[in-house]
């Protein structure tokens, strides 16, 4: 009798697997080991690879936001992989970005969360950012503005107020991350929204919303009611 094996699960998978399923399947069906292999090219020990990159940068978000010059430490990783690797987190930053160019941004409000989520969850650090609008809630600009600690950045009102100036914005959005993980608003968070809305109020410039993110998921103020 001769007896078939089916290729073992786990890492005994075969070498082409990832890949295969991927296209067979979709890639809801990878984890995040297997699609990171697929990306460092789906073949020989980049599964193996793959996981000793999330075990060393402590998971896909802080891998794929991480300098180049750290990854290209990394053995295992060419000057290839890593712009592979930046090339694909720009893509997907770029799709949520079309996703919303020519509209008002309130339009598609969980779009514009992504989008800023993509754009400031990847700092061990906090950053503060302004998305600028025009007079229709475009985007017009985005900047990161201030960095700061681990748990805390500090905001110039004088600056913001300069760069919605020279934006020529009508409104915007402030954004700022938590590296903690949480996306609860801070009471801080709070009175500085409303300092801001002032401020800005005076040179005729609307704040929209301020959107706190977190790992995986973000809070708007002004659905919590605080604008």
């Known amino acids: 009798m001769n007896l078939r094996h089916s290729p073992r699960q786990g890492h005994g998978r075969t070498r ?3 890949r295969q399923r991927l296209l067979s399947h979709g890639a809801a069906v990878l984890s995040d080991a297997e699609l990171l292999a697929v990306c460092l090219g789906g073949r020989g020990d980049t599964l193996r690879l793959a996981r000793s990159l999330l075990e060393r940068f402590g998971g896909l978000r802080q891998l794929l936001h991480a ?4 990854l290209l430490d990394c053995a295992g990783l060419g000057p290839s992989a890593v712009a592979l690797l930046k090339a694909a987190v720009a893509l997907g930053e770029r799709q949520l970005e079309v996703s919303l160019a020519g509209r008002p941004v309130l339009s598609d409000s969980a779009a514009m969360r992504r989008l800023l989520q993509h754009k400031l969850a990847g700092y061990d650090r906090e950053v503060f950012a302004c998305l600028f609008l025009d007079a229709r809630h475009r985007i017009i600009g985005f900047e990161r503005l201030f960095f700061g600690s681990v748990d805390r950045a500090s905001v110039h009102p004088r600056e913001v107020l300069k760069q919605a100036l020279r934006h020529n914005a009508a409104a ?3 954004a700022h991350n938590h590296p903690s993980g949480s996306p609860e608003p801070s009471a801080s968070d709070v009175r500085l929204t409303a300092d801001l809305r002032s401020l800005l109020a005076q040179i005729d410039v609307r ?9 995986g998921s973000a809070v708007s103020l002004a659905e919590r009611g605080h604008l």
């Open 172 to 174: 915007l959005v402030l």
């Open 16 to 18: 082409e697997e990832p």
């Open 207 to 215: 704040v929209l919303d301020h959107v706190v993110v977190g790992h």
């Open 67 to 70: 300098p180049a010059v750290e």
